[in-house]
């Protein structure tokens, strides 16, 4: 079939194919000459102008779709690493913090204590980091958005809209949690007066094997201790109830703010309590601990959010602050200087105080005397309750003068009792708290187990009038914890870093710690304490800006 006017000549020499009707425009020379001599010039002129315009125009797709994922991801980084020792099968990974120098501490410790990054993808290296965790599939795309930042391609287009995207869906699921959330707990309520009442299907709180955050000193199951009926005991007020505690609640009003404990190793005892309350409500590759000189910090990245513990058993300066060089025979006290430790304690949210357990070593405290400089020989011994009611004096005086009310909320615990003196409450054939698996019920005789309460009326006094200009709530834990001598770690805990032997726990006249308590227990309760007084009252009006 041939149509009318078509040129024969046109097709002769055009190559491969030319029989069969196809035309190849990447010819010979003499093809070439064929295409002028046929008049096809502008033809190929034009075609080859339209290949040339697909390229630029599209280019920069077709090599974006075309280019290797793997290459465009970079190198996967990895991130020194230390391990925590943590109880219960696995450790967790964190940055080290200790092979920083000072200057670098410096850094990062103010990047702790100010902001945290909102969003674990663009947090920076030297603030600490879990590898474990950290997939190809999660490091690919911020590869690619470090990459291709300065590009006018499409794919950084797509990631911040995705970034728009699930910043919106926070807004709407986690405003409305916190603000329709009621605690009906009057601060007229003396959440101190009650009884314990065993509830064995709602508590524990936590499993001691769930909480890999827990040191050995409070892991009483694990080291050793039969019975469990100690973890199944129910705080019941007198006249109000207190609400049990909930983790996510919780964790939302902590978001972007800090929370401290500061004092000696019962208020790390509660830090540890407060830790394996919260750490449910937080993802398992964005929690971990860090250790800075007298500080550790649960941080909990997906909430901006760190609990603390700070190391001052005095609250004020004394010779044995050094939190792993402090069994000092002679322990001597600047009363009045505290500015070194309390400048950690600033821009915390929640600041949760206690001293206590290491004035109870002798009668007199040795004051290191006004004018003695750096010289901690020159000193004054004075009676133990004025050398308490002196630090707390300045305790009070640098939260009234340092802290905005507005911001930080302050608390102060009261005593945690011993339980030495079996014989007090009616077992003369005990030996400390050994073998006591049942708290003190139906008791009618003066709870005065194991506490000096002209020391507790200084605390609360001094609490409640020293500081005019900032509230200090005073949280009464000793009337309760009295009555619960069957909550220490007695002879399942560690001494000296190692766990005792069974020759050291069949000692228990000398071995048996009547001070800390195991977890789950006692402290879960007083943290569920300031759990209710943290959440019956209107959130601060400080919100860190999105």
């Known amino acids: ?236 007020p007198s006249g109000c109830d207190m609400p049990r505690f909930d983790s996510k609640l919780f964790m939302e009003r902590l978001r972007n703010k800090r929370l401290m404990f500061v004092g000696d190793s019962l208020n790390r005892n509660q830090w540890e309590s407060m830790v394996c309350l919260v750490q449910s409500a937080v993802s398992p590759d964005k929690k971990y601990v860090t250790w800075e000189d007298q500080r550790v910090v649960f941080h909990a990245w997906e909430f901006n959010a760190t609990v603390e513990f700070y190391w001052s058993p005095f609250l004020v300066e004394s010779n044995s602050d050094n939190p792993k060089i402090h069994s000092i025979q002679h322990r001597i006290i600047d009363a009045d200087s505290i500015a070194a430790h309390a400048e950690n304690w600033r821009r915390a949210d929640y600041l949760v105080f206690n001293t206590y357990i290491w004035w109870m070593n002798t009668l007199n405290m040795k004051l290191r005397r006004p004018a003695a400089g750096q010289n901690w020989e020159e000193h004054d011994e004075v009676v133990r309750i004025d050398a308490y009611r002196k630090v707390l004096t300045t305790w009070a005086g640098w939260v009234n003068d340092n802290i905005d009310p507005a911001r930080t909320s302050v608390f102060f615990m ?62 009464d834990i000793t009337t309760m914890s009295e009555r619960r001598k069957d909550g220490h770690t007695s002879v399942h805990t560690i001494r000296q870093g190692a766990l005792l032997t069974p020759e050291q726990q069949a000692d228990p006249g000398t071995y048996a710690d009547c001070i800390h308590w195991c977890l789950p227990g006692v402290p879960d309760i007083w943290n569920s304490i300031l759990y209710t007084r943290i959440m019956s009252r209107p959130e601060a009006a400080r919100v860190t800006a999105s």
């Open 1 to 236: 079939m041939q149509f009318a006017g078509r040129r024969k000549s046109s097709l002769v020499g055009a190559g491969a194919g030319a029989g069969n009707g196809q035309f190849d425009p990447f010819g010979t020379s003499k093809q070439s000459a064929s295409l002028r001599k046929g008049g096809r010039l502008p033809v190929y002129v034009a075609g080859v102008f339209f290949f040339v315009f697909v390229i630029v125009m599209y280019g920069e797709d077709i090599r974006s779709v075309t280019l290797d994922p793997i290459a465009l991801a970079g190198p996967v980084t990895t991130l020194p690493e230390a391990v925590f020792p943590g109880g219960g099968g696995g450790a967790v990974v964190a940055r080290r913090r200790d092979v920083l120098s000072s200057t670098e501490k410096k850094g990062a410790d103010e990047a702790v204590t100010t902001t945290l990054p909102r969003r674990d993808l663009e947090r920076p290296v030297e603030r600490g980091e879990l590898t474990t965790t950290t997939t190809t599939e999660t490091a690919a795309p911020v590869q690619v958005i470090r990459k291709l930042g300065g590009e006018t391609s499409k794919k950084p287009k797509k990631e911040k809209k995705k970034k728009a995207k699930r910043q919106r869906a926070a807004k709407k699921t986690v405003a409305p949690a916190v603000a329709g959330v009621t605690i009906n707990t009057p601060e007229t309520c003396d959440l101190s007066k009650g009884e314990w009442v065993f509830d064995n299907s709602s508590y524990p709180l936590y499993r001691e094997e769930e909480c890999s955050f827990l040191t050995s000193q409070v892991t009483c199951m694990r080291n050793g201790r039969r019975d469990d009926n100690y973890q199944k005991w129910r705080w019941q």
């Open 414 to 475: 009261s005593m945690s009792p011993l339980h030495l003196s079996p014989q007090v409450w009616g077992n003369p054939d005990g030996i400390r708290c050994a073998k006591e698996t049942m708290p003190l019920l139906n008791w009618n005789g003066p709870i005065w187990l194991g506490t000096d309460w002209d020391m507790f009326k200084v605390a609360s006094n001094v609490s409640r009038e020293a500081s005019p200009r900032v509230p200090i709530t005073f949280v």
